[in-house]
Each structure stands twice: as C-alpha cells, then as structure tokens.
C-alpha cells in the first residue's frame, strides 16, 4: 500500500468533505433519482440520466477520498536538520535569488505558496541533499542550479 503524504490541515479537509460527499451529496442525489422516476420511462428520461451520471462522479469521488484518508501518512517537520526530508523547509539560491519552500505531499502542493510536492521533479531533486549541496534540475524553462542554504 502507498503512502499518502498529507499535512494535518489537508487530511482533516478531506475528512470533511468525506463526510458531507456521504451524507448530504449522496441525500441530494437519491432525491433527484426519486424525482426523476416519477417522470416515468427512465430510458428517455434526461434528468434520471443526468442524476445516474452525477452519482457515478460522487461515488467516484467518495472511493477515491475513503483511499487518501486510509493510506494518509501525516507530515511531521523533521527533528533531523541535516538532510531534506518530506516536511521540511528549505532555504534555497538559484541564480542570484533565494527562495523558500516546504517540502509537502500532492495534496497539499501549491507552488505559489512556497509548498512543493514530493513527487515533483523539483521537489525530488531537493529530497536527500544538505546543507551547501550544489545540483542542476531540469524545468521547463531548462537546466537550473540549485543550491541549499539553510534546512528546518
């Protein structure tokens, strides 16, 4: 089973919105389908369809947040400053810049905030370096060096 890397925040906003998709989401649609049968001859019946497809998205959905929660591995900062791990925040110089950033699961990445996923090339390239490690990744844009200031 995989691990799904989330910040306490993240799994408790999924664990919300579980619970309104299984209470109030599914309640919606049960009506929608009762109504729609009412109507009559559910194979030309555009709102039954409509309603059908809308409940596959929701199942969909519900399976795929019941998965996130149960295989969900909360981020920690590290206690060990010395190597960049998940959770971790980092301060790094490209070019003549300095960025910061934390090191996070998919779920919780927004690179606009300064939050990078695990999985994403920049953030793999991080994980594992130290302190004054000098690296090239390679973006879009083409091949950038990087280089680690400071880890918390």
């Given at each position: 089973m995989s691990k799904t890397y989330l910040t306490k925040d993240r799994l408790e906003e999924l664990k919300k919105e579980l619970v309104d998709l299984k209470t109030h989401a599914r309640k919606e649609i049960a009506e929608r389908l009762k109504q729609a049968k009412e109507l009559g001859d559910?194979?030309?019946?555009?709102?039954?369809?409509?309603?059908?497809?809308?409940?596959?998205?929701?199942?969909?959905?519900?399976?795929?947040l019941e998965k996130l929660v149960r295989e969900a591995a909360l981020i920690h900062k590290p206690k060990d400053n010395q190597i960049i791990k998940?959770?971790?925040?980092?301060?790094?110089?490209?070019?003549?810049?300095?960025?910061?950033y934390t090191i996070v699961g998919p779920q919780d990445s927004n690179p606009d905030k300064g939050l990078i996923s695990n999985e994403s090339p920049l953030g793999k390239a991080f994980l594992g370096k130290k302190i004054d490690d000098t690296f090239k990744v390679q973006t879009p844009i083409g091949l950038v060096e990087y280089k680690i200031i400071k880890i918390e």
């Open positions: 559910l194979s030309e019946n555009s709102e039954f369809l409509s309603a059908r497809e809308d409940q596959v998205l929701l199942e969909n959905r519900i399976n795929q998940i959770g971790a925040t980092i301060k790094v110089q490209k070019d003549h810049q300095f960025f910061v």
